[in-house]
């Protein structure tokens, strides 16, 4: 995808008010070429998921000063992305043919 594509692309999705279907299929020149929603779903799931979030923070500030390389926040990271993955899956799904 070109760079010039993807402001095109961005200047005409609507995310602001959460209309993923706005930026599933876009007329560009002669061709119609069909974009991704995933990462415009994830966006709109991220509100939902401020808990498994701020956990992660909290995790990476507390293991800051760690020079061993033992501690990790891999459960957390993981716990938050599942929450985003739970909330898009629904959404992603039904837009399958």
Known sequence: MTRAFEYDLLSKCDVSNRKEDSCVLLSHGAEDE?????????????????????????????????DSGHKHCTGQYFDYWHCIDKCVAPKLFAKLK
């Open 34 to 66: 069909v974009v991704d929603p995933k990462k415009y779903l994830e966006e709109s799931c991220k509100p939902k998921c401020v808990k498994p979030l701020l956990e992660y923070q909290a995790c990476v500030k507390r293991i800051q000063g760690d």
